[in-house]
């Protein structure tokens, strides 16, 4: 069974860089799927951020590129996010998720409650 | 930017009744869409994928149909714990995947 779990400050002070961890255990991040992340802010929709492949292509939402950076470590068999210069619109619940190829989100992490506040 | 549109916002249903939900998309996404079912405090789960194929594990009174721009998700009989919010996601223009703003099933 695949698991993915999150990890990472769930406070973020406003203008720092957000950071985050996605472990994946019951299938290797060298298998051929793509890795991703997808956030919802409270009481709202889903926006998809980036993905990456275990190559290291990377793909990223346009209105995010420029804040955003994901990485992948297969030794780990884990991959990353960060986002920089966060402001209180970053609050959200961050989930990272395994992609069928470039299609949908197979399998989600449980989620962790990001808060950028002072 | 592809936008989907779902309607209705919030839907009230019986249980034991059909639901049926939309999905709209701004330009024609062939048949390059999914369903996600949410509950309350959990991250979503895959119903569907390819408009109309349900995923593993999915019971059969969950149905899509659809292509091009217009999509449906129908819940053939309400069960108790199919009420939940439902949003579709289009990934014809990758990597620019967006989803719908999500309809709520709730009980009537």
């Known amino acids: 069974q695949v698991q993915l779990q999150e990890s990472g400050p769930g406070l973020v002070k406003p203008s720092e860089t957000l950071s985050l961890t996605c472990a994946v255990s019951?299938?290797?991040?060298?298998?051929?799927?793509?890795w991703g992340w997808i956030r919802q802010p409270p009481g709202k929709g889903l926006e998809w951020i980036a993905s990456?492949?275990?190559?290291?292509?990377?793909y990223y939402n346009p209105s995010l590129k420029s804040r955003v950076t994901i990485s992948v470590d297969t030794s780990k068999n884990q991959f990353s996010l960060k986002l920089s210069s966060v402001t209180a619109a970053d609050t959200a619940v961050y989930y990272c998720?395994?992609?069928?190829?470039?299609?949908?989100?197979?399998?989600w992490g449980q989620g962790t409650l990001v808060t950028v506040s002072s | 930017e592809i936008v989907m549109t779902q309607s209705p916002a919030t839907l009230s249903v019986s249980p034991g009744e059909r639901a049926t939900l939309s999905c709209r998309a701004s330009?024609?996404?062939?048949?390059?869409l999914a369903w996600y079912q949410q509950k309350p405090g959990q991250a979503p789960r895959l119903l569907i994928y390819?408009?109309?194929t349900r995923a593993t594990g999915i019971p059969a009174r969950f149905s899509g149909s659809g292509s091009g721009t217009e999509f449906t998700l129908t819940i053939s009989s309400l069960q108790s714990e199919d009420f939940a919010v439902y949003y579709c996601?289009?990934?014809?223009?990758?990597?620019?995947?967006?989803f719908g703003q999500g309809t709520k099933v709730e009980i009537k």
């Open positions: 998720a395994r992609q069928k190829y470039s299609d949908y989100v197979d399998y």
């Open positions: 019951g299938d290797s991040i060298s298998s051929g799927y793509y």
């Open positions: 990456i492949y275990h190559s290291g292509s990377t």
């Open positions: 330009q024609s996404i062939s048949r390059n």
């Open positions: 390819g408009a109309s």
């Open positions: 996601q289009q990934y014809n223009n990758w990597p620019e995947w967006t």
